[in-house]
């Protein structure tokens, strides 16, 4: 049967080629694959089929051709988001001006269009020491690998996203930008390095890119382009509430705190209810919540006279000005250390073994103080004389933080809930603790946070409800899996449900227990493995229980079902892809290179997806 009007001859014949030999069940499952494609590619502007209205592309779009051979591609990789909206700004801004623009994520390149870009932006994070975002891993990897093809006819430019308290601050960013220009490339303009702060740098690149391409990727038209895909942001219509963005958050009243810990444990970890009943806030089961906190009043007086300066004192900065103490409570921060801070304070100290550690040689040595210290260490040891000025001006802005949801919107749908652990340490005989969780764990019934939703489209139930799902998590990376266990049990969905859960002891560290063994009676949940590392002489992880159900969990796998990882990214996750590979080849029959392919094949077709931090 031939469908004139979506093919070309040739599109026909591979269509032919690829399914002249596949039995009815090939078909079948085909059929699934390409139906999902189809709505995952629904284009900026059209109605998804929950009826929400899509603002940017996910996917390719492809965008109409002018003739002047200056189509933009806008390529991105995003862990948490923040480059995901870094390239849809550039990719309204190219749209605005009228030029040819499409918008793609990492993972859906097409690598083999590589060859014919002409103008090219990359907008990618850089993710603990030095790693990809999941979703650029293959792009990545094809960039730097042997199949890379040549660039001469390939005008570019990079920005990357990071974070200055780790050595390999946009280290990814920095690794692409050189290849492409290795590989023949014609680098536009410096590749842009963003801390979290990240309007800082983004915006002037930004505009460096837009003035270029104004300039020369539309002078064959006179300035203007062929008319840019509809879709994109929204204007909002009249008496329209205004988008609630991580600039601009909405407070939420907090309906309970608990902590889910046993006495005794050596985490405390709280479960926290928020209300959305009076912001119009809504998420899907995946999305993380995004919290601004403000920091201890402690920590800021400690700062203060660590530092002996004025909290009273006025400060101008960034186009602002604010009074010491409320530009460390509220702006900055004092919690986390960054390479600025470190190299600012070394030379105001006159510290030669502080500034030793900013050599590259000391990479490791460096790493260690960061993960270790805060600000006030630094302070306290290698005192300095500090302005009020220049103070605030080498702190790092003070950043949200994102914490997996764990409900789900079809259960609570006026509600969002979290599992927050806190961080609470000595030092030196005094307190420090995280910022985030100090903060939440401390917030009383009926007080407010400014929080917004933070969209993980790649951490998502499937759409097939029949599909199995296995979901691995330690400590509080089992959030998200309460949220997805109650919305398949709200859908009604028929796959089995799997979960890997990990803590280090079962009396005090067995995170919402009664909730899962109550899953387990209704139906809900299927299976349910545990890994208490500490209640054994050797210890015991959840990579150790995937490799003790090695062949069922290829079965899973094998006959259609999703892999589903959250929790830390130092250890725990490679640690559970390592398990993953050996399963591959203990129970698949897969040599070394064949797990690996095998595994990134799932990673591609979104059946291996890793909400890591």
């Given at each position: 049967?031939?469908?004139?009007?979506?093919?070309?001859?040739?599109?026909?014949?591979?269509?032919?080629?690829?399914?002249?030999?596949?039995?009815?069940?090939?078909?079948?499952?085909?059929?699934?694959?390409?139906?999902?494609?189809?709505?995952?590619?629904?284009?900026?502007?059209?109605?998804?089929?929950?009826?929400?209205?899509?603002?940017?592309?996910?996917?390719?779009?492809?965008?109409?051709?002018?003739?002047?051979?200056?189509?933009?591609t806008?390529?991105?990789?995003?862990?948490?988001?923040?480059?995901?909206?870094?390239?849809?700004?550039?990719?309204?801004?190219?749209?605005?001006?009228?030029?040819?623009?499409?918008?793609?994520?990492?993972?859906?390149y097409?690598?083999?269009?590589?060859?014919?870009?002409?103008?090219?932006?990359?907008?990618i994070?850089?993710?603990?020491?030095?790693?990809?975002?999941?979703?650029?891993?293959?792009?990545?990897?094809?960039?730097?690998?042997?199949?890379?093809?040549?660039?001469?006819?390939?005008?570019?430019?990079?920005?990357?996203?990071?974070?200055?308290?780790?050595?390999e601050?946009?280290?990814?960013?920095?690794?692409?930008?050189?290849?492409?220009?290795?590989?023949?490339?014609?680098?536009?303009?410096?590749?842009?390095?963003?801390?979290?702060?990240?309007?800082?740098?983004?915006?002037?690149?930004?505009?460096?890119?837009?003035?270029?391409?104004?300039?020369?990727?539309?002078?064959?038209?006179?300035?203007?382009?062929?008319?840019?895909p509809?879709?994109g942001?929204?204007?909002?219509?009249?008496?329209?509430?205004?988008?609630?963005?991580?600039?601009?958050?909405?407070?939420?009243?907090?309906?309970?705190?608990?902590?889910?810990?046993?006495?005794?444990?050596?985490?405390?970890?709280?479960?926290?209810?928020?209300?959305?009943?009076?912001?119009?806030?809504?998420?899907?089961?995946?999305?993380?919540?995004?919290?601004?906190?403000?920091?201890?009043?402690a920590?800021?007086?400690?700062?203060?006279?660590?530092?002996?300066?004025?909290?009273?004192?006025?400060?101008?900065?960034?186009?602002?000005?604010r009074?010491?103490?409320?530009?460390?409570?509220?702006?900055?921060?004092?919690?986390?250390?960054?390479?600025?801070?470190?190299?600012?304070?070394?030379?105001?100290?006159?510290?030669?073994?502080?500034?030793?550690?900013?050599?590259?040689?000391?990479?490791?040595?460096?790493?260690?103080?960061?993960?270790?210290?805060?600000?006030?260490?630094?302070?306290?040891?290698?005192?300095?004389?500090?302005?009020?000025?220049?103070?605030?001006?080498?702190?790092?802005?003070?950043?949200?933080?994102?914490?997996s949801?764990?409900?789900s919107?079809?259960?609570?749908?006026?509600?969002?809930?979290?599992?927050?652990?806190?961080?609470?340490?000595?030092?030196?005989?005094?307190?420090?603790?995280?910022?985030?969780?100090?903060?939440?764990?401390?917030?009383?019934?009926?007080?407010?946070?400014?929080?917004?939703?933070?969209?993980?489209?790649?951490?998502?139930?499937?759409?097939?409800?029949?599909?199995?799902?296995?979901?691995?998590?330690?400590?509080?990376?089992?959030?998200?899996?309460?949220?997805?266990?109650?919305?398949?049990?709200?859908?009604?969905?028929?796959?089995?449900?799997?979960?890997?859960?990990?803590?280090?002891?079962?009396?005090?560290?067995?995170?919402?227990?009664?909730?899962?063994?109550?899953a387990?009676?209704?139906?809900?949940?299927?299976?349910?493995?545990?890994a208490?590392?500490?209640?054994?002489?050797?210890?015991?992880?959840?990579?150790?229980?995937?490799?003790?159900?090695?062949?069922e969990?290829?079965?899973?796998?094998?006959?259609?079902?999703?892999?589903?990882?959250?929790?830390?990214?130092?250890?725990?996750?490679?640690?559970?892809?390592?398990?993953?590979?050996?399963?591959?080849?203990?129970?698949?029959?897969?040599g070394?290179e064949?797990?690996?392919?095998?595994?990134?094949?799932?990673?591609?077709?979104g059946?291996?997806?890793?909400?890591?931090?």
């Amino acid at each position: 049967m031939r469908a004139a009007s979506f093919f070309s001859d040739d599109q026909q014949q591979q269509i032919t080629t690829l399914t002249e030999h596949l039995d009815t069940q090939a078909l079948l499952w085909l059929s699934g694959y390409l139906a999902g494609l189809a709505r995952n590619r629904t284009l900026p502007g059209q109605a998804s089929a929950t009826g929400a209205r899509i603002q940017a592309p996910a996917q390719p779009v492809s965008a109409p051709q002018d003739g002047s051979g200056h189509r933009i591609t806008v390529i991105y990789g995003s862990q948490t988001g923040n480059a995901k909206r870094q390239a849809e700004a550039l990719w309204e801004a190219c749209q605005e001006a009228g030029a040819p623009v499409r918008l793609v994520r990492a993972d859906q390149y097409p690598t083999r269009e590589l060859k014919d870009e002409t103008l090219l932006y990359v907008v990618i994070s850089t993710q603990g020491e030095g790693d990809p975002p999941d979703d650029a891993i293959g792009f990545v990897e094809f960039l730097k690998g042997r199949r890379a093809p040549r660039l001469q006819q390939l005008k570019f430019a990079v920005l990357g996203l990071g974070d200055s308290s780790y050595p390999e601050f946009c280290g990814i960013a920095q690794q692409l930008d050189a290849r492409l220009a290795e590989l023949g490339a014609e680098r536009l303009q410096a590749a842009g390095m963003a801390d979290v702060d990240i309007e800082t740098v983004a915006a002037p690149w930004r505009q460096a890119a837009l003035a270029w391409i104004r300039q020369h990727a539309l002078a064959d038209t006179g300035g203007a382009g062929a008319p840019a895909p509809t879709g994109g942001a929204q204007a909002p219509s009249p008496g329209q509430a205004r988008a609630v963005t991580r600039e601009q958050p909405i407070p939420a009243e907090l309906l309970a705190n608990q902590r889910i810990t046993g006495r005794g444990s050596e985490k405390a970890i709280h479960h926290l209810e928020l209300s959305l009943a009076e912001n119009g806030l809504s998420y899907q089961a995946g999305d993380a919540l995004g919290v601004w906190p403000v920091q201890d009043d402690a920590l800021v007086e400690r700062i203060l006279e660590a530092t002996g300066l004025d909290p009273a004192q006025t400060v101008p900065c960034q186009g602002e000005e604010r009074p010491l103490g409320e530009w460390l409570k509220m702006r900055r921060e004092l919690t986390v250390l960054t390479r600025p801070f470190i190299a600012a304070h070394a030379e105001r100290a006159g510290h030669a073994g502080l500034a030793g550690l900013l050599q590259a040689e000391s990479r490791h040595e460096l790493a260690a103080l960061m993960s270790e210290n805060q600000v006030l260490d630094i302070l306290q040891r290698y005192p300095a004389p500090w302005s009020a000025c220049d103070l605030v001006s080498s702190l790092r802005v003070l950043a949200p933080r994102l914490y997996s949801i764990a409900s789900s919107p079809s259960l609570y749908e006026d509600e969002v809930h979290l599992a927050v652990a806190s961080v609470a340490y000595e030092r030196d005989g005094q307190p420090r603790w995280g910022v985030a969780s100090r903060h939440l764990c401390s917030l009383a019934e009926g007080d407010t946070l400014p929080v917004y939703i933070e969209a993980n489209e790649r951490f998502r139930l499937p759409d097939d409800g029949r599909c199995d799902i296995l979901m691995i998590g330690a400590g509080t990376g089992v959030a998200p899996f309460r949220a997805f266990v109650q919305e398949r049990q709200a859908r009604g969905d028929a796959g089995r449900n799997w979960l890997f859960f990990g803590n280090p002891h079962f009396q005090t560290d067995f995170l919402y227990q009664t909730e899962w063994q109550q899953a387990l009676k209704q139906g809900s949940l299927h299976r349910i493995d545990l890994a208490f590392s500490r209640d054994q002489a050797d210890k015991i992880y959840v990579q150790h229980r995937l490799l003790e159900q090695g062949a069922e969990v290829y079965k899973w796998i094998e006959s259609g079902g999703r892999v589903y990882v959250c929790g830390d990214a130092a250890r725990m996750a490679p640690d559970v892809q390592q398990a993953l590979l050996q399963i591959a080849q203990r129970h698949g029959g897969l040599g070394e290179e064949a797990a690996r392919s095998w595994l990134e094949t799932l990673a591609s077709q979104g059946r291996y997806v890793r909400d890591v931090y």
